[in-house]
């Protein structure tokens, strides 16, 4: 790993639980390797572009890293109705890059998750911020295009890593969330992983309570990571 600095925020008011104080701990990298990531992704470090993060609150350790075990996942009903729901998009499995179409769907959804679920920051994204947030990587990353009738409809970053695939992140059409497109995306990203016998999905943070991160939950059977214990069953 090619480490340009480490940075600790002060605490500040928590993003997940509103009633929380987070710190967090970023190391900003030029290079590092994917097996190295994933060894650190055990070790409850996420990632967006070159900056490498972990949660280091003081009494608060309700962020962790959650995981789902492909060879035993089977989907819900409501996970199915999503699968059905959603045949009619077209995937395609790419290199990063930025355009018109993609800032304005990401606008258009984090003005609704702002609105609707109380996210705090509202500030669209401008070409550079795109770029350093999602195409700008320490190692090559997967960008998945999903289109209806040739509309762009939504948009994941996946990090395809030897003990499976990491979802960094995923937007979507606010005018499409009838058809559950996150859920979609989770379904894809497992079927996927067991296409290339990965043994794990890793969807990010898991807080409980957090009203935006419980449906990540619902794929079971799932694990927590949590410090000086590692992976422990949470759903089956």
């Known amino acids: 790993m090619q480490s340009l600095g480490t940075i600790v925020t002060p605490p500040h008011p928590c993003s997940y639980l509103p009633d929380r104080v987070a710190t967090i701990r970023y190391e900003i990298v030029a290079a590092i390797a994917p097996a190295e990531y994933e060894r650190l992704m ?131 059409d606010p005018d499409e969330r009838d058809r559950s497109l996150g859920t979609f995306n989770v379904l894809s990203v497992l079927d996927y992983a067991r296409a290339h016998n990965r043994p794990h999905v890793y969807l990010g943070y898991f807080v409980d309570g957090c009203r935006s991160l419980q449906y990540k939950s619902n794929f079971r059977p799932n694990q927590l990571f949590y410090t000086g214990r590692g992976w422990v069953d949470y759903r089956g």
């Open 42 to 172: 055990h070790e409850n470090w996420r990632r967006f572009g070159h900056s490498l993060f972990r949660p280091e609150c003081d009494g608060c350790a309700m962020c962790r890293s959650i995981r789902v075990d492909v060879a035993r996942f089977t989907p819900s009903q409501s996970q199915k109705r999503a699968a059905k729901a959603n045949r009619d998009l077209v995937l395609t499995i790419g290199e990063p890059g930025v355009s018109a179409e993609k800032l304005a769907l990401y606008n258009r959804y984090h003005e609704f998750q702002s609105d609707n679920v109380g996210w705090r920051d509202r500030d669209p994204k401008d070409p550079d911020d795109y770029i350093e947030t999602f195409v700008a990587h320490p190692y090559p990353t997967q960008e998945w295009q999903y289109r209806l009738d040739g509309k762009l409809v939504g948009v994941g970053y996946v990090d395809d890593l030897p003990a499976g695939p990491s979802a960094i992140y995923f937007y979507y």
